[in-house]
């Protein structure tokens, strides 16, 4: 008897981690599509690779919520997670250095330009993940049961994301046309 409450507060737990990570990148990826929205700041190529790469990791971790002992999910959400990182870590190092018309893209929040943010987001979520594999073993974890009002926050935003996705897709698509983005230029907002 004991031993269940263990496991189940163990699942509860796991879950909980999984939603909590899920909210905050599903907020970030809502920050700076509102930024790039209120303070017009078209986001460059690689900030563009660095939003996708959060979206990855988004659709991962509610892959994990939904599918349970498997961790295809979290699998995911770490190839992202290592592919935000790298992404982010060559933007810092190419602009860590200001050269004419090579500064930083955007404002900073709190003194800290994107890139850099998406560093810290990168290891946030990669020991983030690490911390619940190692304490909860990944295989604890159960699907979400339909019904319950997890289930419905776990639905509600995955609608949410798949909305922000598509919304990033048709800003892309308005930003860069069909070809490729470049920072020296964007051909449809001219």
Known sequence: MRNTWLERAALDLDRLILLLMLVIVAAIQTTAMFIQYAF??????????????LFGCCFGLIQQLRS????????????FALALLVISVRQTLVDISPRPGHEYIGSAILGIHMPVWSILIAVALLLGLAVRLTLLGGSRSGPVCPGSSMYRL???????????CAINLVSVI?????????????????
Do not use: D, M, N, W
Not at 68 to 79: A, D, Q
Not at 154 to 164: D, N, Q, T
């Open 154 to 164: 776990v639905e509600a935003l995955f609608v949410y994301v798949v909305l922000l």
């Open 174 to 190: 308005v930003q860069c046309g069909a070809g490729e983005c470049h920072t020296f230029g964007y051909r449809l907002l001219q």
């Open 40 to 53: 017009q700041e078209l986001p460059c190529p690689l900030c563009l690779l660095q939003r996708f790469a």
């Open 68 to 79: 349970g002992r498997r961790e295809y999910g979290t699998g995911v959400s770490l190839i």
